[in-house]
């Protein structure tokens, strides 16, 4: 910097004060290193000892957090009680969310961050943020502490209650990892009637400049769902998954040490999940290689004894942020841009509507909606879900091929998750508090944000319509035009009523009837009352009491 002139040089903003400042005493020397406009700025921060808190899904190397290292910055990771226990989880999704928080504390140590780990097992961990941290401040003399937003209304309340009850000052940094903030989607709907994904997603592709041509979509339509609905034909084998053969018994080991509820099977040698940043982005590349040029095509087909199709499996990466949206896209656009022969673009836009509009979407909606959301009951079902939830031991093809996949890998894909178990809940009539604990418990990346909105919200339309416009409810022919499940079915996919007869045919039925003051106006499906309203009384009868003995019999389905 020698030889320029003072007036010449850029302003920085100050770490403490945070007010731009471009001169000091020796900045001929120091300049590219001065971080504090005074003395008194420097001597504040110097004699300060902040501590950070790192959530188990807030492992995001490329934070802001991370740029620099500094000795008075101590970061905090725990594994602790009230996270294992709020809903028995899927043994890989402890096993995941622990092993994943060990490698990024290894990398940050890596890198010269001083962290404190709190290992479950460990006598001084007191199991709950809030007493760790209380701790902590108490036994290190921390003069502040700082979290990154949480993603969940559950933590976000206890932070701010423990932010306030503790006598050192705190701050809250944003997560840096969404293409939109907490609020975004209540700012954009303000005064809007309807709640729209299409339009959210429209407006962050523009925003964001995603697949744009100024104001236009680059192909000039935005919109390519008709294009992305086949079922996958007889014979065609897709590419098998990649899978990560980790090792984690050392970590099941500490887990089987405790009184910790799981549930599924977990193989501790062979854990398929990527367990880091590098895994997550192998993974991210397999997919673009081998999946993405038929992801949209078969984004909602099925077919027994392929657990994942084309699907990418990106969500546990994404949603602990060893990742982020933004380079999923931006790697996506550039598979496309360089094999335009192999990749069409309807299969690009339908992945790119995923992370962009949906995932998105679904998180305004939390923001905009919790805490009313996790009560909502539109249908006020109350059911109790059927044992073979957690065994899989029913002889619905379809359910029988989801539920097991899901308790071997803590995973199904989104068609599976809507259609297939979602679907049958809300014909059964189940509770949407019994469905959400099901689901927040078994997918390895269920986390109460797009877990909730979800299940409750766009399965269960316990919300009574925010996330989705009509129920997603089907019979056994819009499975049977998707999936390779019912041609080796106990059931007849073709018989409403009688001994061999598919549950969903009635069930189907039976739900229009059951909520026809609540539906029977909605104009997405005046078409199924007109055929319902149609149908002679006799075999309405047969439907409804073929549905009502399935209901009685549930559990024997
Ligand atoms: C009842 C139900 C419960 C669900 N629970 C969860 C959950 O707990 N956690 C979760 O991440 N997703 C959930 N989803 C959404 C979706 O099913 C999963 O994100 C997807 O199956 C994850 O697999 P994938 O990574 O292979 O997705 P892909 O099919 O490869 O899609 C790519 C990415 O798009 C995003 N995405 C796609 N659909 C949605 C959606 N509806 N909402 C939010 N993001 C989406 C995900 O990040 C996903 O990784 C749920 C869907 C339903 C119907
Ligand atoms: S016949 Fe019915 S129960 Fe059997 S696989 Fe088809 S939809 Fe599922």
Not at 170 to 185: D, I, K, M, N, Q
Not at 219 to 230: A, I, P
Not at 506 to 524: A, I, Q, V
């Amino acid at each position: 910097m020698k030889g320029v002139k003072k007036e010449n040089l850029p302003s920085k903003i100050c770490r403490v004060c945070k007010k731009p400042f471009i001169w000091r005493k020796k900045w001929e020397k120091e300049w590219e290193h001065v971080k504090y406009c005074s003395k008194k700025c420097r001597t504040k921060k110097t004699m300060s000892k902040i501590l950070r808190l790192i959530l188990g899904d807030q492992l995001n190397s490329k934070h802001s957090w991370y740029k620099e290292k500094e000795d008075n910055i101590v970061y905090v990771m725990m594994e602790i009680r009230s996270e294992t226990d709020y809903v028995n989880h899927h043994i890989q999704k402890v096993v995941g969310f622990f092993t994943a928080m060990g490698e990024f504390y290894q990398e940050l140590k890596s890198k010269g961050h001083n962290v404190i780990y709190f290992h479950l097992n460990d006598k001084s961990n007191l199991q709950s943020f809030e007493k760790n941290i209380q701790q902590l401040i108490f036994q290190h003399q921390f003069t502040h502490f700082e979290y990154q937003e949480p993603d969940e209304f559950r933590i976000d309340q206890a932070l701010k209650e423990l932010c306030k009850s503790i006598a050192i000052s705190s701050a809250v940094v944003e997560s840096e990892h969404f293409y939109t903030s907490r609020l975004e989607l209540a700012d954009f709907l303000d005064g809007k009637k309807t709640f729209l994904m299409e339009s959210f997603y429209r407006m962050i592709r523009k925003k964001h400049d995603v697949l744009m041509q100024g104001e236009q979509p680059i192909t000039g339509k935005w919109n390519y769902d008709s294009e992305n609905r086949k079922k996958l034909p007889k014979n065609h084998k897709p590419v098998p998954p990649l899978v990560f053969n980790n090792d984690v018994s050392a970590v099941l080991d500490e887990i089987n040490k405790t009184d910790i509820k799981t549930i599924g099977t977990i193989i501790p040698q062979a854990f398929v999940w990527p367990k880091n940043r590098t895994q997550s982005l192998k993974l991210l590349d397999f997919f673009l290689t081998e999946c993405l040029p038929f992801f949209g095509s078969y984004q909602d087909a099925m077919s027994p004894g392929e657990w994942s199709l084309y699907h990418s499996r990106l969500s546990f990466s994404l949603n602990l942020k060893m990742i982020s949206p933004k380079e999923v896209i931006n790697k996506a656009i550039d598979e496309w841009q360089r094999r335009p022969d192999e990749i069409q673009y309807n299969q690009l836009e339908g992945f790119v509507r995923q992370i962009i509009g949906w995932r998105e979407y679904i998180r305004g909606i939390y923001w905009l909606k919790m805490p009313e959301f996790g009560n909502m009951n539109y249908f006020a079902n109350q059911g109790k879900l059927p044992k073979w939830f957690w065994s899989g031991k029913t002889k619905m093809n379809c359910l029988k091929h989801t539920i097991k996949q899901s308790l071997e890998y803590a995973y199904a894909h989104h068609i599976q998750r809507l259609m297939i178990t979602g679907n049958f809940a809300l014909l059964a009539g189940i509770d949407p508090s019994e469905v959400d604990a099901w689901y927040l418990g078994i997918y390895i990346d269920a986390i109460e944000w797009v877990e909730i909105t979800n299940t409750r919200g766009m399965s269960q339309f316990a919300d009574g319509g925010i996330v989705g416009t009509k129920p997603y409810v089907s019979s056994a022919s819009y499975i049977d035009k998707m999936s390779h499940y019912c041609g080796s079915c106990f059931y007849k996919k073709e018989l409403k009523t009688g001994e061999r007869a598919c549950p969903f045919n009635s069930l189907h039925w039976k739900f229009y009837d059951r909520h026809e003051d609540k539906l029977g106006t909605n104009p997405r499906i005046g078409m199924m009352y007109n055929l319902w309203r149609k149908m002679k009384k006799d075999t309405k009868m047969a439907i409804l009491n073929q549905a009502n003995y399935y209901l009685e019999n549930i559990n024997e389905l």
